[in-house]
């Protein structure tokens, strides 16, 4: 790792954009390959995969807290990003090379995947935004390239399965590629101290009570718990629905290329609006995507063929340009310094942890019950309501800000 001061604007963000391009691969690979990946087993019903994800959300749940607190007082927040994403090298690696025969094996190689898998992200969105002011560009033009990424391990797939027969667990080993390539450029972002490095043990806990003290961040939690819990069914039985034989019937390969089109919009948006996503109150951002989490769960519920389902590109770029764009600034922005990791994590515990545990037992009862495309239904019916009632809670927090703006600590 190099300090600050020996990286010159211009390598500072070649080196961010490079993190993000190349880990955003196994964070896409993961997240929508996992459901096609367990359900292969014969041992495993739509409940039982539904479930373990959930477990492992719930493990996630309990990692994101406990990274959090760790990079806060860590020396630096680099090394707990090496450490994580060795972790999920690993995890991924003892996942597809056993011949997991039962549950008993499958499922706490899955638990200790989960114990790092979200971590990275959030190392990497905390030291990030924490040096991005010495790229000279935004944030958001930084964070476009893990859009990039994803597309682009969406697209690895798909020409990959233009030369062999795809199979869940090949997926899994361009995911590990994704991640091991990810490591060079980590080992040169700045040197990013913990905010409370040194920090009593009580002081430790006091960052929690902080953070979850702050009504701007409850708001915030909630209408993520909610717009995730939704998002997170859809996407837990999206790539079900478009390969197998019960849904459309579209192949494991062609999906890669289906979700690299999608994500390449989804880039292309968060581009070329970035000035609109800054210059929009961040209300507005949160209300926008929460209806546009709405359409596309709704898209995937009513699209009879491949070609409606495109649509679905549409929302996922409404839904994921401004809200990466402007969430973890925003985060940073209302919460003291010291805590700043803590913040990023708590939000992340929700996103990556809370509701995909939700989301996940959710989805998976439906599907068990009433099949995979009520999945979606459902899904849409939650994003919808939580949008229309969060619609007027963010007007009410839009009007109070105008009497108590925000005034975030300085570095």
Not at 141 to 149: E, K, N, T
Not at 218 to 245: D, E, K, M, P, R
Not at 332 to 342: D, F, G, L, M, Q
Request: charged letters at 10%.
């Amino acid at each position: 790792m190099i300090r600050k001061k020996d990286l010159s604007p211009s390598a500072t963000r070649l080196i961010m954009q490079s993190v993000y391009l190349l880990y955003w691969g196994t964070n896409f690979i993961t997240g929508q390959y996992s459901a096609v990946f367990l359900r292969g087993f014969p041992f495993l019903s739509d409940f039982l995969v539904g479930m373990t994800i959930s477990c492992g959300s719930l493990i996630s749940t309990a990692a994101q807290m406990f990274w959090g607190n760790i990079a806060d007082h860590a020396k630096t927040k680099n090394r707990i990003l090496i450490i994580t994403i060795m972790g999920v090298i690993t995890g991924l690696f003892l996942l597809i090379t056993p011949n997991h025969s039962s549950l008993l094996t499958l499922f706490p190689t899955t638990l200790f995947l989960y114990f790092f898998l979200t971590i990275p992200g959030v190392m990497v969105d905390t030291i990030i935004v924490e040096n991005v002011q010495m790229t000279g560009v935004p944030f958001g033009r930084i964070r476009v390239f893990a859009s990039a990424g994803a597309a682009a391990g969406a697209l690895m797939i798909f020409l990959l399965s233009l030369r062999i027969t795809i199979v869940p667990s090949s997926t899994f080993q361009v995911a590990i590629a994704c991640a091991g390539l990810a490591l060079f450029p980590v080992m040169f972002l700045p040197e990013t101290k913990g905010h409370a490095y040194k920090q009593k043990k009580d002081k430790a806990k006091a960052n929690y009570k902080i953070v979850l003290k702050n009504p701007r961040m409850i708001l915030l939690l909630c209408f993520l718990l909610l717009i995730f819990t939704g998002t997170q069914a859809t996407n837990l039985f999206l790539s079900v629905h478009y390969s197998s034989a019960e849904g459309l019937n579209a192949g494991l390969g062609s999906y890669g290329l289906f979700f690299a089109f999608c994500i390449g919009c989804e880039a292309l948006v968060m581009t070329l609006g970035n000035r609109l996503w800054q210059s929009m109150n961040i209300y507005h951002v949160f209300t926008l995507t929460g209806f546009a989490a709405f359409g596309r769960s709704f898209i995937v519920y009513l699209a009879p063929n491949i070609y409606v389902l495109c649509l679905l590109a549409i929302f996922q770029a409404l839904l994921f340009a401004p809200l990466w764009t402007r969430l973890s600034p925003y985060v940073n922005s209302i919460v003291p310094k010291e805590a700043r990791a803590t913040g990023q994590a708590i939000w992340n515990v929700i996103v990556a942890g809370v509701a995909p545990m939700i989301g996940s037992a959710l989805g998976g009862t439906i599907a068990e019950i009433f099949g995979v495309r009520n999945v979606f239904g459902v899904a849409s019916a939650i994003c919808l309501v939580s949008s229309v009632v969060f619609f007027f809670l963010f007007n009410r927090q839009k009007r109070y800000d105008l009497l108590h703006p925000i005034i975030p600590d300085e570095d």
